[in-house]
């Protein structure tokens, strides 16, 4: 059979394929580090379990509507309006699979082949596949010094094809937290060029020091009449196997995507959705906790990797650490560093490349603290059989 062209052009996720590799090495019975990570590492909190199980034991697992169960909109909505400052409605909200999904949704809702899309690098992984898979093309822009934000970049990469901009406020891989001006100013360029932004908030609660993370649909009406808000359970409630997110847009978009969700999956899975809504509801203490564990083990790691002389972006949020390896790195690139750390140290890290940034490399701390210790001296000792170029 010949695949798709849309198929064929699709990478695999690096780190996914990461992921795997660095899992078969540890089946092999190999001690591995999986600093590839990108999920936490403590169970979701126990009312969400507890919600979860209570609706499988009820027997009512059947479908909900297809943009997800009235009730869960509305604590989304409800949700939204408190941490975002402006009021959501029920029906501005859909819930996805996932925030993948949610951003895919988006996607094939607003733009057609021909559409540019701005994505600000280095960005996740999936942002530029996903714009593949919508049928637009993405406009890759290079950062500022240090993995900043660039917004005279960003204004530069602007044609009249430009249909839209994607930001991730606190960013994967760098962890960083857009400040405010540099988000008036995504909302400014937006107004200037009649585009939409697409914020990924999926790192939100996950911001440990600093101002927090400001959605740019707080900014005013003419801004929240042009953002797509994508959020969902997966980082700081520890759910990712759930598979639950959402968008929260303007309610000509939610319905569009309404259409798509309804004929493409249906609605997205009922015990998750109850899981999730419970989550909302009672905002778990484990959370709290899990900001604080996280904030030490950032702390100990950014200190280890400046004792290694490495250039690292401070990571505000999120929970990764991203540093410059350049002078560490061959004709192989990052790609061939990391392949190398696993095969020699059994530690998976993601390259750069997968980002847009193929001088660094991506190290996630949602390890306890041994680990972590323990993680650095490998790469330690990795980086002295490397000498620098
Ligand atoms: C920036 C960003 N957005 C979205 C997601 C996807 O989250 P979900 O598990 O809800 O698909 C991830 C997961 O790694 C992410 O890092």
Known sequence: MRTSRRASEISLSLTLALDARAKELAREGRDVINMAVGELDVPAPAAVREAATRRIESGDVRYTPAPGAHEVRETIAAHLSKTRGTPFAPEEVVVCHSAKHALTNTMLALVESGDEVLVPLPAWVSYVEIVKVSGATPVQVPPGPGCTYDASALAAAVTPRTRGIMINSPCNPSGYVMTRAETEAVVALAAEHDLWILSDEIYRRLVYEGEPAISP????????????????????????????????????????????????????????????????????????????????????????????GLETPEPRGAFYAFPNVARYLDERGAVGFCEDLLEAENLALVPGTAFGAPEHVRMSYSLDLETIGNAVERFERFLGTRGSA
């Open 217 to 308: 649909a707080s900014l005013g009406d003419e801004a929240r009449a042009r953002t797509v808000i994508v959020d969902g359970a997966s980082k700081a409630f520890a759910m990712t196997g759930y598979r639950i997110g959402y968008l929260a847009a303007p309610v000509d978009v939610a319905k569009a995507v309404t259409r798509l969700q309804s004929q493409m999956t249906g609605a997205p899975n009922t015990i998750s959705q109850v899981a999730f809504r419970r989550a909302l509801e009672e905002e778990p203490p484990e959370v709290a906790d899990v900001v604080t564990e996280l904030d030490r083990r950032r702390r100990f790691l950014i200190g280890e990797l400046k004792r290694l």
